[in-house]
């Protein structure tokens, strides 16, 4: 069974650019969940969405945003990249409706904003 | 105070010893704990779950829960130089909630 796929794996930015992440979730996982990883902060929950729908979110500003589609892929965007958004963006899959813990992580996109 | 606290090592362990790892949560009602294990440039791996008072063991590995002290641990036994990683202590404060992480233990094991 293929694990979840996350694209690109490596990107570089300039500040004011936007970035788009894509995710791919394990086949039949329906919920889907962004966290960014930085060496200061740690893992820090950015969204989850189930069924197309935004389940939770995470104490983000706005330029951040997500979206699910009917396959259960993903997509993060960031607008107006700042230089503290360089991080490693992680994305989770899990066969549940939400609330669990049992999650399984992509490789990660890393995003350095210049 | 963060959610989830963690000593964040480096924990340095001789091979085959234990590796007692620790993890406090502020949430009274958090009813789910997990350890994730990442290796240097990996992504997190979900190691353990525990959601009930008491101990858990899979393998070398062993979860202990204690709501009332509101802490978790995880022990390692017969640690290898391959359990040399960032552990993760992960809670889910309420039902619905987010999966909450603290920000990791470092553990070296030295052969």
């Known amino acids: 069974k293929a694990g979840v796929t996350q694209t690109p794996r490596y990107l570089i930015k300039t500040r004011g650019q936007q970035v788009t992440l894509s995710c791919s979730p394990i086949?039949?996982?329906?919920?889907v969940s962004w966290y960014q990883q930085t060496p200061g902060q740690g893992l820090q929950f950015l969204f989850e969405y189930f069924s197309e729908t935004q389940r939770n979110k995470g104490n983000f500003p706005g330029r951040f945003s997500g979206r699910q589609f009917s396959n259960s892929r993903s997509e993060m965007n960031v607008s107006t990249l700042e230089l503290g958004d360089s991080a490693l963006y992680l994305c989770?899959?899990?066969?549940?409706?939400?609330?669990?813990?049992?999650?399984?992580f992509g490789e990660g996109s890393r995003l350095t904003v210049l | 105070q963060k959610e989830v606290e963690q000593n964040s090592g480096p924990l340095s362990v001789p091979e085959g010893a234990i590796a007692s790892l620790n993890c406090t949560y502020s949430?009274?009602?958090?009813?789910?704990f997990f350890w994730y294990r990442q290796y240097s440039g990996k992504s997190p791996e979900l190691i353990m779950s525990?959601?009930?008072?008491g101990d858990k063991e899979d393998g070398r590995f062993t979860a202990q829960l204690n709501k009332a002290s509101q802490y978790v641990s995880l022990l390692i036994r017969d640690s290898q130089p391959s359990d040399s990683a960032t552990y993760l202590c992960?809670?889910?404060?309420?039902?619905?909630?987010?999966?909450?992480f603290g920000a990791g233990t470092q553990v070296v094991v030295t052969p």
């Open positions: 086949s039949g996982h329906r919920s």
């Open positions: 949430d009274r009602v958090s009813q789910s």
């Open positions: 525990i959601y009930s008072n």
């Open positions: 989770a899959s899990s066969p549940d409706r939400g609330g669990t813990g049992e999650l399984f």
């Open positions: 992960a809670v889910i404060p309420d039902s619905w909630g987010k999966l909450q």
